[in-house]
């Protein structure tokens, strides 16, 4: 698939929305909203190739979104992303990251979805198996200390 894909991001909290939208442009074009009616016009009018679905998004709104787009002829992946609180997405999404995934999981994993190349945000970093949070993503505690002593070092001068 083309490295530049299109991506929408559809969720309610603004903040959030800017942080996972600035992320996902090292990858792709990527685009948020947090209103289900843009979502809906856009889902419509462009030819996306993945839809991600926030953790603030009711069951209703995924599930509207997800048949709108799934009755494309064309129709983009959909992955979801969850915590404790949201409702279960299964049914909706392709793909989805529970609780614990952090910002270099949520890359991957949108790369592994639209095959394309993942920059390895952690160096030496194993790359991950769609759908899958691993161990791998934690920094150790040496590489921690290093980072942490790089920034002292700044600081000083």
């Known amino acids: 698939m083309n490295a530049r894909a299109k991506v929408l991001i559809v969720g309610h909290d603004p903040l959030l929305l800017e942080t996972r939208r600035e992320l996902l442009r090292t990858l792709v074009e990527a685009e948020s909203t947090d209103n289900s ?24 709104e995924c599930r509207e979104l997800s048949d709108l787009a799934r009755s494309k002829a ?4 959909i992955l979801g992303l969850c ?8 049914g909706f999404v392709d793909c989805s990251l529970s609780l614990g995934y952090g910002p270099a999981k949520l890359i991957d ?16 970093c194993p790359p991950a198996k769609m759908g899958v949070v691993g161990e791998h993503w934690r920094l150790r505690p040496s590489e921690i200390e290093a980072w942490l002593n790089t920034r002292t070092e700044k600081r000083r001068i």
């Open 37 to 60: 009616a843009e979502a809906a016009a856009a889902i419509e009018a462009c030819s996306l190739a993945l839809v991600i679905f926030c953790h603030t998004l009711t069951s209703d």
């Open 74 to 77: 064309s129709p983009p992946k």
């Open 83 to 90: 915590s404790p609180k949201s409702p279960e997405r299964v």
């Open 109 to 124: 994993t949108a790369a592994a979805m639209l095959e394309v190349p993942c920059p390895r945000l952690i160096p030496n």
